[in-house]
């Protein structure tokens, strides 16, 4: 053999053993599943329906947005209200957000800022971020209690070490709506909206 075709011969073999390294860990690789498929609204109804406090918080965020099961506001405000009962800040939060938007039915009654206020301060109390997010906004605006900018900006710069911080694209409310929905993509493991259902919910029933 030449001294020019031992290289060549080298490479080529450097290039089998390459080759067999990829091939095996292409076949160890595992199959990626779509997200989405691992959830079972049934499941989570069922849940909810035991008592299960974070199946509750999830299943109305679900009925509020309408993601994975028939969207029903009075439903989510039930589960909600159970959620929070039982002392998930979280679904305090969004049920402050239900009733300052009025968001309760097809045609929604007028909101109730003292309501949401009431909610806000529950879950803010338990050191929910966006809690602390909303309830900032109210005292800075004044809106359903009196307003406070020292109350304000002490719960704004608490929210802000949890990493909520006040967007220059979106109002307060439109923020608090974003992450509901994004608590429901988690939920469904969807990363985009589906035009489709999967169970009549029933809300809290």
Request: some cysteine; hydrophobic content about 45%; charged content about 15%.
């Amino acid at each position: 053999m030449s001294m020019l075709a031992q290289p060549a011969t080298a490479a080529r073999g450097i290039a089998v053993l390459l080759g067999v390294a990829i091939l095996a860990i292409v076949q160890v690789q595992p199959c990626r599943a779509d997200p989405s498929a691992a959830f079972d609204p049934a499941s989570l109804q069922q849940s909810a329906a035991s008592g299960d406090v974070m199946a509750q918080f999830q299943l109305g965020t679900l009925d509020y947005v309408g993601i994975g099961v028939v969207q029903d506001y009075i439903g989510a405000a039930d589960l909600l209200k159970q959620a929070a009962t039982a002392g998930n800040a979280e679904a305090a939060c969004e049920l402050g957000f239900l009733y300052q938007t009025g968001s309760f039915a097809k045609g929604p009654p007028p909101p109730d800022p003292k309501d949401a206020l009431v909610w806000y301060q529950k879950s803010a109390a338990e050191g929910d971020a966006y809690g602390e997010f909303a309830l900032g906004e109210m005292y800075l605006t004044g809106q359903g209690a009196a307003r406070d900018p020292v109350k304000a900006a002490a719960l704004l710069a608490q929210a802000a070490v949890q990493g909520v911080k006040p967007d220059a694209g979106s109002f307060p409310l439109q923020q608090l709506q974003e992450h509901f929905y994004g608590v429901a993509y988690q939920v469904t493991g969807q990363t985009h909206w589906v035009d489709q259902v999967s169970i009549a919910s029933g809300g809290g029933q």
